[in-house]
């Protein structure tokens, strides 16, 4: 079973009933693809002791109280599969990809291409201190190809790398 988590979500101030409002407003705004990988459909549902108890639903809405803050929309994704993290990276029409690609941060190349090939700006990010964890965790295929990478800060860190994200773009 794949879990995915697809999400546009307009600010407060655009959420208007009429549809063509909507679409045209957002058409306008900063899109950001935020990517889940591998086991992250489990937060908040084991190893609490490691990654909390909060879950990948809660994240969510966290992040999308941030678009609302920031004037930005959002898609929301998780796929447990290499090759559906590649496609939603290739397919996406954001402007920036924040990306936990979980443990395929250490080991894939395939994404690291696909993240060289799209050529927008990437956030690599993680919830746990990577580097405090064992030593296969401390490389990462993804930091080639990222302009800043936040760990450590656990859930707090998604909404953070949207604003940075975001002030980014607005370079
Ligand atoms: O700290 C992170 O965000 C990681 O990307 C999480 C990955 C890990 O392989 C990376 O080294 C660092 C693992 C995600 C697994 O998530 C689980 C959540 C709950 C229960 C079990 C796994």
Redesign the pocket.
């Known amino acids: 079973m794949v879990a995915v988590v697809n999400y546009l979500y307009p600010p407060a101030q655009f959420r208007h009933t009429h549809l063509q409002t909507h679409y045209k407003r957002t058409a306008d705004m900063t899109h950001i693809l935020i990517l889940n990988?591998?086991?992250?459909n489990?937060?908040?549902?084991?190893?609490p002791e490691?990654?909390g108890t909060i879950t990948l639903s809660d994240i969510e809405s966290m992040c999308a109280r941030e678009a609302g803050q920031l004037g930005v929309t959002f898609e929301f994704e998780q796929s447990n599969h290499e090759g559906a993290l590649i496609d939603h990276i290739h397919d996406t029409k954001a402007q920036g990809i924040i990306l936990?690609?979980?443990?395929y941060?250490?080991t894939s190349i395939a994404i690291m291409d696909a993240l060289s090939s799209v050529n927008k700006p990437v956030l690599e990010?993680?919830?746990?201190n990577?580097y405090q964890?064992e030593d296969f965790?401390q490389h990462s295929y993804i930091s080639k190809v990222a302009f800043a990478m936040i760990?450590g800060l656990g859930a707090s860190g998604y909404p953070i790398a949207m604003r940075a994200m975001s002030e980014h773009l607005a370079l």
């Open positions: 990988g591998p086991n992250l489990l937060l908040g549902t084991r190893q490691t990654y936990n690609a979980g443990a941060t250490h990010l993680h919830l746990s990577v964890r965790r760990c």
